[in-house]
């Protein structure tokens, strides 16, 4: 059976190869269980070193033009890149 | 009550620009004793025995008095309670003061406690850290609610203490929607003595850790309002008078602190562009805490005001 694992990185800017600001993991194979606050150190530096590490890149996050008047609020982390890999596991 | 020690800019600067100030063991040990003795005994863990049972029962019989939201905050715990005496430290109301002002107003409390890995094993549930949230909901104000996290016995490491990520609190988010964030560059746990008061900003993001431990941990949270105006009730004899603007981006060596140097300060988390979005909200917050509408930290605000009309 094929199961996915996602890896989410959360960069500094919409490269990239700029630096992860946060992270999470979630393992579709059930081989490990991530969760809020289990490591406060990324797993790569960048989203670039992802790709290097064997990641796939399936989506990325939109630049989207500022609201009028709001140009200045500030809510949810912006530059988000979703990574998965898939594997193998016995039925 | 005029002579209470009030805080000082840095540490308001401090609260300001990170949405926390912590006071590590100002709780002495007698009111850690008689706090823990009101909250009473939690059941041991039982086979087939439900996670969620033993908590309600546990909230059930422990020694906190339910009180209707809105109440002064003078009147929300029997006198010489536990809670009643913490909260009359000169420490603490000095602080209660200086970041909601003369009349603070109850909101809710709640007894945290998360179980380690034998109750979960023996409840059949699963023992797992909680989503990073902002509490309550979306929340556009200036104002602030301020909630005291209070911890009455040592809390170490593998006891999941409270994980928050300084200087998010003046994000606009909608409570759990931002759960999808497992870990933030920069982000704390607490691991601290007995005794030991976590102020927080409402809008902090932060979660309970999982508990890895051997023994429940016990937490004690009150959410403040404030009552009337939060402007300049820190202590203002401390807050320096800059003749003008630092220097900005060329700089021969480090600046010397200041409310100015605080405030700038960035979070390993901080995005590059709303990095700086955070340093020009942080400096309307410093406006809205001291009433000064034209304060400025390194020119953010000033060169967006000039509107070239004069």
Known sequence: MRRQTVLVLYLANSALDSAVVGWSRYDGTGGTRHMAGDADEPPYRTGLDALKDGWRLFQASQLLPHQRGGEFDVSYLKYEFWFEQLSEVEA | ?310
């Open chain 2, 1 to 310: 009550m005029n002579d209470l020690p009030l805080l000082g800019a840095h540490d308001m600067a401090r609260f300001a620009a990170r949405g926390f100030l912590r006071m590590d063991a100002v709780v002495p040990p007698d009111i850690n004793a008689q706090f823990l003795r009101e909250m009473g005994d939690i059941a041991p863990p039982e086979p087939g025995r439900k996670l969620r049972r033993t908590y309600g029962e546990m909230l059930a019989n422990a020694g906190v008095p339910e009180v209707g939201a809105g109440v002064p905050l003078a009147q929300t715990y029997p006198q010489g309670s536990a809670m009643a005496r913490m909260l009359a430290l000169p420490v603490v109301a000095g602080a209660i003061r200086s970041l909601v002002g003369d009349d603070p107003v109850f909101d809710h409390h709640f007894l945290h406690v998360t179980f380690p890995p034998a109750y979960h094993a023996a409840g059949g549930g699963e023992n797992v850290s909680q989503h990073t949230h902002q509490d309550s909901t979306i929340d556009p104000r200036q104002a602030f609610d301020l909630q005291i996290m209070y911890y009455p016995h040592d809390v170490t490491r593998d006891m999941g203490g409270t994980r928050f990520i300084p200087g998010t609190h003046l994000r606009k988010v909608s409570e759990a929607a931002l759960g999808r964030y497992q870990n933030i560059r920069g982000q704390q746990h607490m691991v601290c003595e007995a005794g030991t008061l976590l102020f927080l900003h409402s809008g902090i993001w932060h979660g309970g850790g999982v508990n890895l431990s051997e023994r429940t941990r016990t937490m004690f949270k009150v959410r403040i309002n404030p009552g009337s105006s939060q402007v300049a009730k820190f202590d203002l004899s401390t807050l320096e008078r800059p003749t003008g603007q630092r220097p900005i981006f060329y700089l021969k060596g480090p600046q010397p602190l200041s409310v100015e140097q605080i405030l700038m300060t960035p979070e390993p988390w901080f995005e590059d562009d709303t990095g700086r979005l955070e340093f020009v909200n942080r400096v309307k917050f410093w406006r809205y805490l001291t009433g000064d509408a034209g304060y400025d930290a390194d020119y953010w605000l000033t060169r967006l005001e000039n509107l070239a009309t004069a």
